[in-house]
């Protein structure tokens, strides 16, 4: 190894500065702009997002004191913004609106809810919506809306309520088959009770 001067060694960091020093510098800026723009970024962020929680609570507590129409504006707001909160508000409007008997505005809310990417606000919606669909005598609807939701959350709902509406239907062995699938995610004395019921008249049928 051989021993180098002080000045042979500033003159060696001479022509490396000259010769990559540029680079450094480049690379340097670069990354403390790409520093700042990510803290500006977070910054901006987490102002869109406390924006969207108050927004978000504005509305629930008009909803709660069920003032829809104070609900809108909020609503408008985060409908616009999109994402996750947006659907959580549209979920929210749409049992509003289904209460305050505006159809079209309850299934366009519950359509933006069920093309949430969270899955839960989406099965929360189509749940919602297969409720809606039963109540409103719109059975068929209902019957494929809760096929969407076999593997989900609301399995053993969408499961009793399929049997419910098959029975209503008169297609007892498949309302019989969906009420043992629901008592098999779920047990419950409902279920049972309805499994009996429905087993007693597939009895008395078959005689």
Do not use: F
């Amino acid at each position: 190894m051989t021993d180098r001067t002080d000045e042979e060694t500033l003159e060696l960091i001479r022509e490396w500065l000259q010769q990559y020093g540029l680079t450094i510098i480049v690379g340097l800026v670069l990354g403390l702009g790409m520093v700042g723009g990510y803290r500006y970024w977070q910054g901006k962020e987490a102002e869109k997002i406390a924006n969207e929680s108050t927004q978000l609570d504005t509305l629930l507590q008009a909803l709660e004191k069920n003032d829809l129409q104070a609900a809108t504006a909020p609503y408008d707001t985060l409908r616009q913004a999109g994402g996750d909160v947006g659907a959580l508000a549209a979920l929210n409007m749409a049992s509003a609106y289904q209460k305050a008997g505006k159809k079209e505005d309850a299934q366009t809310a519950l359509n933006l809810a069920i093309a949430s990417q969270d899955k839960l606000i989406a099965q929360s919606a189509r749940w919602q919506l297969a409720q809606y669909q039963h109540a409103n005598g719109d059975s068929d609807a209902a019957l494929q809306t809760l096929a969407a939701l076999q593997d989900s959350a609301y399995a053993a709902q969408a499961a009793a309520l399929q049997g419910l509406i098959l029975e209503k239907q008169d297609k007892l062995p498949e309302a019989l088959q969906a009420w043992q699938h629901s008592q098999q995610l779920a047990p419950s004395s409902g279920s049972a009770a309805a499994i009996n019921a429905l087993q007693a008249r597939l009895a008395v049928k078959e005689n």
